[in-house]
Protein backbone atom coordinates (compact mmCIF):
# COMPACT_ATOMS: atom_id res chain seq x y z
CA UNK A 1 0.00 0.00 0.00
CA UNK A 2 1.16 3.57 -0.70
CA UNK A 3 0.46 6.74 0.93
CA UNK A 4 0.51 10.00 0.14
CA UNK A 5 0.36 12.88 2.52
CA UNK A 6 -0.90 16.80 1.85
CA UNK A 7 2.17 19.17 2.37
CA UNK A 8 1.92 22.98 1.65
CA UNK A 9 4.50 24.57 -0.40
CA UNK A 10 6.79 27.07 1.62
CA UNK A 11 9.06 27.79 -0.87
CA UNK A 12 10.78 26.84 -3.74
CA UNK A 13 15.00 26.11 -3.76
CA UNK A 14 15.02 25.16 -7.08
CA UNK A 15 12.74 25.51 -9.75
CA UNK A 16 13.96 23.97 -12.35
CA UNK A 17 11.62 21.77 -14.66
CA UNK A 18 13.43 18.77 -14.08
CA UNK A 19 15.48 18.53 -10.74
CA UNK A 20 13.05 21.31 -8.66
CA UNK A 21 12.91 21.34 -4.80
CA UNK A 22 10.63 22.80 -2.30
CA UNK A 23 10.69 22.92 1.03
CA UNK A 24 7.05 21.26 2.01
CA UNK A 25 5.09 21.43 5.34
CA UNK A 26 3.44 18.75 6.89
CA UNK A 27 1.70 19.78 9.87
CA UNK A 28 4.48 21.70 11.45
CA UNK A 29 7.24 19.10 10.19
CA UNK A 30 9.62 20.89 6.88
CA UNK A 31 10.79 18.53 4.45
CA UNK A 32 12.33 19.15 1.34
CA UNK A 33 10.64 17.62 -1.67
CA UNK A 34 11.02 16.89 -5.36
CA UNK A 35 8.69 18.97 -7.43
CA UNK A 36 8.82 17.93 -11.06
CA UNK A 37 5.57 16.72 -11.77
CA UNK A 38 4.33 19.63 -10.03
CA UNK A 39 5.99 22.54 -11.40
CA UNK A 40 3.35 25.24 -11.05
CA UNK A 41 2.99 24.77 -7.57
CA UNK A 42 3.35 27.94 -6.02
CA UNK A 43 3.72 28.87 -2.03
CA UNK A 44 1.21 28.74 -0.12
CA UNK A 45 -0.56 25.73 -2.63
CA UNK A 46 -0.76 21.92 -1.26
CA UNK A 47 0.57 19.08 -2.99
CA UNK A 48 0.17 15.32 -1.96
CA UNK A 49 3.70 13.94 -1.17
CA UNK A 50 5.17 10.15 -2.25
CA UNK A 51 8.42 8.97 -1.13
CA UNK A 52 9.38 12.43 -1.33
CA UNK A 53 7.80 13.22 -4.29
CA UNK A 54 5.33 15.57 -5.23
CA UNK A 55 2.85 13.98 -7.16
CA UNK A 56 -0.12 16.79 -7.86
CA UNK A 57 -1.82 19.99 -6.24
CA UNK A 58 -4.30 19.35 -3.84
CA UNK A 59 -7.21 22.00 -3.15
CA UNK A 60 -7.26 23.71 -0.11
CA UNK A 61 -10.46 22.35 1.59
CA UNK A 62 -9.43 18.65 0.99
CA UNK A 63 -5.61 18.74 2.31
CA UNK A 64 -7.20 20.46 5.59
CA UNK A 65 -9.82 18.13 5.97
CA UNK A 66 -7.19 14.79 5.38
CA UNK A 67 -5.07 16.10 7.80
CA UNK A 68 -7.83 16.76 10.39
CA UNK A 69 -8.14 13.20 9.21
CA UNK A 70 -4.94 12.13 10.52
CA UNK A 71 -4.75 14.41 13.75
CA UNK A 72 -7.93 12.52 14.56
CA UNK A 73 -6.65 9.19 13.82
CA UNK A 74 -3.65 10.00 15.88
CA UNK A 75 -5.22 10.56 18.98
CA UNK A 76 -7.50 7.72 18.75
Known amino acids: MCLGVPGQVIEWIDHDPIFGKAV ?45 EFRRLALE
Open 24 to 68: IEFDGIRKEVEMACVPEAEPGDYVIVHAGIAICKLNIEEAERTLA
